[in-house]
């Protein structure tokens, strides 16, 4: 299973962006994306590609949906194993 994480693009560097996720910040690459990014824009994020821009509403939704999963992964972890 392929999961893309939407994150934001804190700086850009040719076809190089910075970006964050849940706090943490790492590099990717912008050249699969169809349109130009700007720092501030949200993208999802596979594989240390951006694959498509995303509004920050739909980027942040998503944030607390995946956070929540995680929140409830913890709580029921001894359940899962």
């Known amino acids: 299973m392929c999961l ?3 994150s ?3 700086k850009i560097q040719d076809k190089t962006a910075t970006i964050d996720v849940f706090g943490a910040t ?6 699969l994306l169809p349109d130009p990014a700007a720092v501030g824009d949200y993208v999802l994020v596979h594989a240390g590609f951006a694959i498509q821009k995303v509004c ?26």
């Open 4 to 6: 893309a994480i939407p």
């Open 8 to 10: 934001r693009i804190t």
């Open 26 to 31: 790492r590099e990717i690459s912008l050249m």
């Open 56 to 81: 920050k509403e739909d980027a942040l939704d998503s944030i607390r949906i995946l956070r929540e999963i995680g929140r409830q992964i913890q709580e029921h972890e001894q359940d899962l194993i």
